[in-house]
């Protein structure tokens, strides 16, 4: 619990409070056209993901960033794995991912992401991360290790990244990769 309200503190009106011009939080939001709004339900299979991946101690993208979506791709099994912990070094402002000092990196995390990847049967799997600049590689290594784990658990699969910028150190991170390549590298 205090992990969750560490992690909430460093979202919402601390990542906006830079910004030069300021929103309006006592402002009427505009309501949203009928087209636009779903049904925000949760059904016993997100349910069970959530709880496989807090199992896990792994994270999506898609909760971090409090997507809208969610719940659509949480229930046909697909999910985008943010790797690194729920901390990220840089505090942009369109983003809703925690900022702030993250805790080290879990050796087993790599391991722990393959297993769920295998229990959940993908066949493709979407994996991004928080920006580590505290990282000396900026996280290439913890890629490399994630990619092993899976392609060890599951050679058939394929695997895209979404990756950080490694600290400016991209030929050094694509040399890391090199005996290792993702299917899809963005």
């Keep these: 619990m205090l992990q969750e309200l560490e992690i909430k503190a460093l979202k919402g009106e601390s990542k906006t409070s830079r910004l030069k011009i300021k929103p309006d939080f006592e402002r009427e939001p505009l309501k949203k056209p009928d087209w636009i709004r779903i049904r925000l339900s949760s059904s016993q299979k997100v349910n069970q993901l959530k709880k496989?991946?807090?199992?896990?101690?792994?994270?999506?993208?898609?909760?971090?960033?409090?997507?809208?979506?969610?719940?659509?791709c949480f229930n046909h099994g697909t999910a985008t794995f943010m790797i690194m912990g729920q901390i990220c070094t840089r505090r942009c402002p369109?983003?809703?991912?925690?900022?702030?000092?993250?805790?080290?990196?879990?050796?087993?995390?790599?391991?722990?992401?393959?297993?769920?990847?295998?229990?959940?049967?993908?066949?493709?799997?979407?994996?991004?991360?928080?920006?580590?600049?505290?990282?000396?590689?900026?996280?290439?290594?913890?890629?490399?290790?994630?990619?092993?784990?899976?392609?060890?658990?599951?050679?058939?699969?394929?695997?895209?990244?979404?990756?950080?910028?490694?600290r400016g150190r991209m030929e050094k991170a694509l040399e890391i990769f090199s005996d290792c390549p993702p299917d899809v590298f963005n």
């Design 52 to 72: 496989t991946l807090r199992g896990q101690n792994l994270f999506t993208v898609c909760e971090e960033a409090q997507c809208p979506n969610l719940n659509e």
């Design 94 to 166: 369109f983003c809703d991912v925690a900022h702030g000092r993250p805790k080290p990196l879990d050796i087993n995390e790599p391991l722990h992401l393959a297993q769920t990847i295998a229990k959940m049967a993908l066949k493709y799997v979407v994996i991004t991360s928080v920006d580590r600049d505290d990282l000396r590689d900026g996280g290439a290594a913890h890629f490399k290790a994630c990619i092993d784990a899976i392609r060890l658990t599951n050679p058939e699969i394929k695997i895209e990244i979404l990756t950080p910028d490694f």
